[in-house]
């Protein structure tokens, strides 16, 4: 019997460059509390969130898409052609098929590189980057591109007092390549499908079709609030140990913005010092879903706030429900 050849890959795998797309049209507080009987001053103190970008029709996944991954690819002095496979997180791309990252590898100007979408819903950027890290130290690819993108406001009912005010639109994408030092921790990941109707379609396509009801997202946030608060700083600090650090050692905390009071919350939990600089990116563009932790992430890099080598812990939660958490080494 013939033996067959086995993939081998690198012995490590980082970051090694993000971008973000932040659609133009700013959407404050002020726009959207009238159709939902709401005040900017409670949507300020129950979720942190001030305004968010809602994308123009120009803006599609696309374009969001291809915008954030020139970014990333820019910073990592990577060429779209040594790229060999594109893998896309979205929710929101309302086009069941073909994948949105097969047409994006190829306006990016890949060659034929592999081009998937995956459907983690909030925490899909997280499932991405250690899928990319394994295709990377397994063998089956040599550069990645991970992109995150949303266009919540497709999907978001502006009558909607539970929903109307958080969910947003952009893009983040991230390559990840191949490293001589560790740059990816081990991935700490899982799914309570029990609870998949706290954030939920509110119909399915078929009824959507029959009926002509539009399948926005709903959601019962009191329970998520709950569950993300207290549930995830646990999966965060097995995410810190998994990585063999410290909370004392870590440098910055990326989780996904999805409640200013969420992020507070994990970062009293876990006990993280006052020197992790934590990213607040909710404020200024509301909960992007799979979008907000690159997004965020690049705009700490940008102002400054992160740098170069040091470690940030991502922590993701959403829909499903699913969540992921890693520790990685800021490009
Ligand atoms: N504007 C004004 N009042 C509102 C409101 C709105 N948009 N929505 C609800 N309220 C009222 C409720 O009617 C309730 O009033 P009552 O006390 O008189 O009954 C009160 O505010 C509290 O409602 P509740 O739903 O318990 O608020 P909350 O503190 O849980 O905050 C969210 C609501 C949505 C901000 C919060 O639950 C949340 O962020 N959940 C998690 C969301 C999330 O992370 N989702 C994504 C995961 S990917």
């Known amino acids: 019997m013939a033996t067959i050849t086995d993939a081998t890959g690198a012995r490590h795998a980082r970051i090694l460059g993000v971008g973000g797309y932040r659609p133009s049209r700013v959407v404050p507080n002020a726009e959207i509390v009238d159709a939902i009987d709401s005040s900017d ?3 300020r ?4 969130i001030v305004e968010r970008r809602w994308a123009t029709p120009e803006e599609t996944v696309q374009m969001m898409s291809v915008a954030a991954s020139r970014k990333a690819l820019d910073r990592a ?8 496979c594109v893998i896309v997180s979205t929710v929101s791309h309302l086009m069941q098929t073909p994948s949105v990252a097969a047409t994006i590898a190829d306006e990016l100007g890949t060659e034929h590189a592999a081009a998937f979408d995956i459907s983690a819903a909030c925490a899909g950027f997280c499932h991405g980057i250690s899928m990319a890290a394994d295709f990377i130290r397994g063998g089956s690819a040599r550069h990645v591109l991970v992109i995150g993108v949303e ?5 978001t009912d502006v009558h909607d007092r539970g929903t109307a005010f958080i969910f947003a639109d952009g893009a983040g994408a991230a390559v990840v390549g191949p490293s001589d030092a560790p740059g990816i921790g081990p991935v700490v990941w899982g799914s309570e499908g029990d609870r998949a109707d706290l954030i939920t379609s509110k119909t399915d396509w078929p009824t959507a079709m029959e009926t002509g009801e539009t399948p926005y997202l709903a959601m019962n946030g009191n329970p998520v609030f709950r569950w993300a608060s207290f549930a995830m700083a646990k999966i965060g600090q097995e995410a810190l140990d998994r990585a063999g650090i410290t909370a004392d050692e870590l440098d910055c905390f990326v989780p996904h913005q999805a409640n200013m009071r969420i992020i ?6 876990m006990k993280l010092p006052e020197s992790v600089k934590i990213a607040r990116d909710i404020a200024e563009m509301g909960n992007t879903s799979a979008a907000s932790i690159p997004l965020a992430l690049d705009r700490m890099i940008e102002e400054g706030q992160a740098t170069s080598g040091e470690t940030a812990l991502f922590i993701a939660f ?4 699913v969540y992921a958490a890693q520790v990685v080494v800021v490009p």
């Open 151 to 155: 266009r919540l406001s497709d999907l």
């Open 77 to 84: 002095g990577i060429d779209a052609k040594q790229v060999d």
């Open 41 to 43: 001053e409670w949507i």
């Open 318 to 321: 959403g829909a499903g429900l």
């Open 45 to 48: 103190t129950r979720s942190g």
């Open 264 to 269: 507070d919350a994990l970062a009293r939990s």
